[in-house]
């Protein structure tokens, strides 16, 4: 009997303890001197495709991206739009990086430059009057990468004002 609640006893601790060895053990993204994502060689199986439909004609998606629409929305009046899109992946930054970088220009967006921190990094492109910027992470409670999609116009108080003396 004493034997027993010896065992339950120590059996908790002991799950706990590997869990928090296994958590620490985890493949972490190795971060170059300044703090941003270092840049991995990705081989081509590894690459990720667009997703087939996409919200926005303009901008590609990858596939198994989900939307998250409680935290997106979008706005259009006449030609200009403002857009903020969440999507949460079960993918590496790095392919994610690599996949904008390669499908926006196909879009004939332009890639202006980018920011990174630790957690997470931002691609800047722009096309005929909108920028837009992808940023790609942090990580949410899913373990999911998260991409931000914020489309504007370049000059709004420009193109604003321009409309009204035409």
Known sequence: MDYTRFLSKL????????????????????????????EER?????????????????VPVP?????????????QTGDQRT?????GIWAK?????TFYQDNMPIHAWQLI???SNPRAEALSFRKAGESCVITIGP???????????EIQPVDVFRSTTMQGKN
């Open 42 to 58: 990705i081989p081509p199986a590894e690459k990720l495709i667009s997703a087939p439909t996409s919200r926005l004609a303009d």
């Open 63 to 75: 596939l198994g991206a989900y939307f998250k629409a409680d935290s997106s929305s979008s706005y």
């Open 113 to 115: 430059h980018t920011v």
């Open 83 to 87: 857009v903020n899109y969440l999507y």
């Open 93 to 97: 930054p790095a392919l994610l990086r």
């Open 139 to 149: 990580r949410n409670w899913l373990l999911q990468t998260l991409i931000r999609i």
């Open 11 to 38: 059996v908790l601790p002991l799950v706990c303890l590997l869990l928090v060895f296994a958590w620490g053990c985890r493949n972490k993204p190795s971060m170059s001197p300044e703090g941003a994502i270092a």
